[in-house]
């Protein structure tokens, strides 16, 4: 059976982040927005970073679970785009705080997540070392990162899909190519 609370407590402190910084949220507000107890928040969560950790995860999980191939990665990294769009409040209220780094943590871990599962489908059939795979994940990922980055800097303004769209002409075969390079 699924725990039912943890979603209810990602539900208030998303209600809340619509209208206050993160970094000015406490438990009090979250657990008045959704009638619970402070003692059944820290049943489940240490504190408001490990519940803004757990939420970002849910979402990553949600939006990319069906997605981690070649012929899909642009359709993941745009739906990443369109998620933090679609929450633009939270994403700058978050973006802005003392908890950017956590944003930069979880959007990297997501990426790196995905990414590798792409390589590693396509290094199928190929002997490449582990190292050199996870340094092909690395290095996209920080790539599609500061893209994301700087386009939430800039007020996420943009069309994800242009973006998507160009940054898929820089990779197209990319991934391949390097795999091959390293390939034994």
Not at 23 to 47: A, G, M, P, W
Not at 55 to 60: D, F, G, H
Not at 150 to 170: C, F, R, S, Y
Request: net charge negative; hydrophobic share 40%.
């Amino acid at each position: 059976m699924q725990n039912t609370t943890e979603p209810i407590l990602i539900d208030a402190l998303n209600t809340i982040l619509q209208t206050k910084p993160i970094d000015k949220i406490t438990v009090k507000d979250i657990v008045t927005e959704c009638q619970l107890t402070r003692q059944t928040f820290y049943n489940h969560f240490s504190d408001i970073y490990e519940l803004v950790e757990f939420s970002a995860r849910q979402n990553a999980e949600n939006i990319l679970d069906n997605l981690s191939d070649y012929d899909n990665w642009q359709q993941g990294f745009y739906d990443i785009m369109i998620a933090l769009r679609n929450s633009s409040n939270i994403t700058q209220n978050v973006y802005k705080s003392a908890y950017r780094d956590l944003m930069e943590k979880y959007i990297y871990q997501v990426i790196y997540g995905y990414i590798i599962k792409v390589v590693e489908k396509q290094a199928t059939g190929m002997t490449v070392d582990q190292k050199h795979k996870d340094f092909i994940a690395h290095f996209y990922s920080l790539a599609f990162i500061a893209l994301i980055l700087e386009w939430i800097m800039d007020g996420m303004k943009d069309d994800p899909q242009d973006i998507v769209d160009q940054t898929a002409v820089l990779v197209k075969g990319d991934f391949k190519k390097a795999l091959n390079k390293y390939a034994e």
